[in-house]
């Protein structure tokens, strides 16, 4: 596996990212977690819609302190406002496609005219 185009999040861990795609506001970041690693949570709550897809190995997911166990080729979609974090909890290397979607659209108020 080549790693040259990754980004490292620390020289401790086995924690690397690549941007894949920004495009029209969909933004999406791969991510090789190395075995027993956990990804940092975020200070801030994400502000957009996330789609997490495992594309090799398994991790648990952990979303507002609920945890999920994902498996390759299975997704989790993360609410705007949720924090969230990965945990690379077997022996094996994972790897993990983030999907940024746009922010949902909020529809106009309806418009109010008066008339004398």
Same mark, same amino acid.
């Given at each position: 596996?080549? %790693?040259?185009?990754? @980004?490292?999040?620390?020289? #401790? ?7 894949? &795609?920004?495009? /029209? ?5 791969? %991510? &090789? ?5 956990? @990804?940092?949570? /975020? #200070?801030?709550? $994400? !502000? ?6 495992? /594309?090799? +190995? $398994?991790?648990?997911? /952990?979303?507002?302190?609920?945890? *999920?166990?994902?498996?390759? #080729?299975? $997704? ?8 969230? %974090?990965?945990?690379?909890? @077997? #022996?094996? !290397? $994972? ?18 005219? +008066? *008339?004398?």
């Amino acid at each position: 596996m080549n %790693t040259n185009d990754y @980004t490292a999040s620390s020289n #401790d861990t086995w924690l690397l990212t690549r941007k894949i &795609l920004t495009e /029209s506001g969909v933004d999406a970041a791969i %991510t &090789l977690i190395g075995p027993g690693v956990e @990804t940092p949570p /975020s #200070d801030h709550p $994400a !502000p957009r819609p996330i789609v997490l897809l495992v /594309s090799e +190995g $398994a991790v648990t997911a /952990s979303v507002d302190r609920t945890h *999920f166990i994902l498996r390759k #080729d299975e $997704a989790l979609h993360v609410a705007p406002g949720k924090i969230h %974090t990965l945990r690379n909890h @077997t #022996d094996a !290397p $994972a790897k993990v496609v983030a999907i940024t979607l746009p922010a949902p659209r909020r529809e106009n108020p309806p418009l109010v005219v +008066g *008339f004398p």
